[in-house]
């Protein structure tokens, strides 16, 4: 998932959580919604085993950067964000036709995120066309559901 879908989830999951009466900050939730991403920034200095999708997104790394990155908005609220943010990358399709599966290393570097039964919630790998169309039939109306909620909201 890209970031605007990431920041999108943890936008709708603020709401959401709002309109159920839990006390959360809907910016430090978004901030937490990207933070698992900063993995993007380290692939170029450390080693393939330890880059995308390892480290950063298990739930005590998530924690951690919360913990330093979560006090103008609150460490829960910004926590929360990067719990989302996994449960979205694992509910994430995978693209079967380059061999690219869905998995999050939950308990890394115990969990080497090998699962064979695991399936897809979404598999790219069967939509015909570009990769971009997949990312754009899968994400787009997340992104648009959350700019409408963003609007309704914003003319109150």
Known sequence: MNPITHLSIAYLAAQVLARAGVPVNSRGMQWGGVLPDVDYLLV????????????????????????????????WSTWLGGLVHLAADELDGCDTRRGNWSRLMWLFPFDLGRRPWKRCLFDRGSMPGPTFLGHLLLEGPIVLLAASVAWKKRKR
């Open 44 to 75: 170029p200095f450390v080693p393939k085993l330890v880059a995308h999708r390892t480290v950063t997104h298990t739930p005590l790394c998530t924690g951690l950067m919360a913990g330093f990155a979560g006090r103008r908005w609150g460490f």
